[in-house]
C-alpha cells in the first residue's frame, strides 16, 4: 500500500514539475497559496520522501515485489 501512495505522489509531483517546466505554472503552489505556505511545503516534501521510498524498488528483488503484489 506504501508503494501505491508514494507513486501516486510521484505522479502528483511529475505532473507538477510538467506544468512548470512547459507553462512556468505551479499547481501546487496555486493551490495552497504560494510556495512558503505549509500545505505546499508540506506536498513538496511528501513527493520527496516518496521518491526516497520509490527508490527502494530498484534494489528490492523481483520476487519481494511479486510477493508484495499477491498479498
Known amino acids: 500500500m506504501l508503494d ?3 507513486l501516486v505522489l510521484l505522479i502528483i509531483g511529475g505532473l507538477n514539475w510538467g506544468l512548470v517546466g512547459i ?3 505551479d499547481l501546487v503552489s496555486w493551490l ?3 510556495t512558503d505556505q505549509i500545505l ?3 506536498v513538496y ?4 520522501l516518496s521518491a526516497l ?3 527502494t524498488l530498484l ?9 508484495a503484489h499477491d498479498a
Open 4 to 6: 501505491r501512495i508514494a
Open 23 to 25: 507553462f512556468q505554472f
Open 53 to 55: 521510498w520509490c527508490t
Open 40 to 42: 505546499s511545503r508540506a
Open 59 to 67: 534494489f528490492r528483488s523481483r520476487e519481494h515485489l511479486l510477493e
Open 45 to 48: 516534501i511528501l513527493v520527496a
Open 32 to 34: 495552497f497559496g504560494g
